[in-house]
């Protein structure tokens, strides 16, 4: 019953690295989305997607990509890690089939430093 | 100005008081989530709500749609509810992407 899983938990970058943020969900949800929390601040939307090979921009988009080409995975590339994009980052999944109540699941997050 | 906006955005109370969060929004919405993250966790969704009233355990929500505005009631508070509790939106037609108030932070001092 794993849910929403996140790797790393952890991870310190030098500027203009890159990296990809993993996040798998096995509850065959078909909207997935990534977010980023700073401090004081409420949680931004990077990219969501709304399923397999369908993915949009949401508020933050800039400096990240996104691709969803399976149902169950949904990862988040930095390319050219920047100091700005020092953040804790959550990936989180719902699904629309049946009854419309139902919250997002969340994963624990990543805590990303850019040095 | 946030279109979805918390009060406090701090609070600290002694185990056993009733606690009050609001949530006050300024846009159409579908549904309305209260959240829950505990220091260096993960963030865990306590109720949605469209209308109404919903109680689970100690924990009581309300929604008054026509004033665009929340609570979250905490009754008989113990220092396990320390955590910061986070309100969002839905806004009608929005693939369900999420609006977020900044959070409130509450420590219950036992």
């Known amino acids: 019953n794993a849910g929403v899983t996140q790797t790393p938990k952890f991870r310190i970058l030098k500027i203009g690295q890159s990296m990809t943020l993993q996040c798998t969900q096995d509850m065959n949800h078909n909207y997935m989305y990534w977010y980023r929390q700073d401090p004081g601040m409420g949680l931004k939307l990077i990219y969501y997607s709304v399923g397999a090979g369908i993915t949009d921009k949401g508020e933050v988009p800039n400096g990240y990509n996104v691709s969803r080409s399976t149902t169950e995975d949904f990862p988040l590339r930095l390319e050219l890690a920047a100091p700005s994009q020092t953040s804790v980052y959550f990936c989180a999944s719902f699904s629309v089939a049946g009854a419309r109540n139902q919250p997002q699941h969340f994963g624990d997050g990543t805590r990303l430093s850019i040095l | ?110």
């Not at chain 2, 946030?2 to 701090?10: I, T």
């Not at chain 2, 549904?31 to 260096?40: E, N, R, V």
């Not at chain 2, 966790?41 to 009581?60: A, D, E, P, Q, T």
Request: proline share 5%; charged share 15%.
């Open chain 2, 1 to 110: 100005k946030n279109e979805v906006e918390q009060s406090p955005q701090n609070l600290t109370a002694q185990e056993g008081e009733f606690i009050t969060i609001n949530c006050s929004y300024s846009v159409g919405i579908s549904a309305l989530h209260w959240l829950q993250q505990h220091p260096g966790g993960g963030i865990v969704s306590l109720f949605m709500l469209s209308s109404g009233k919903k109680k689970h355990g100690r924990l009581i929500a309300t929604i008054n749609i026509q004033e665009k505005h929340s609570s979250l009631h905490i009754t008989a508070s113990h220092p396990r509810d320390s955590a910061v509790y986070i309100c969002a939106v839905n806004k009608p037609f929005g693939n369900e992407k999420l609006t977020f108030g900044t959070g409130t932070r509450l420590t219950i001092i036992p």
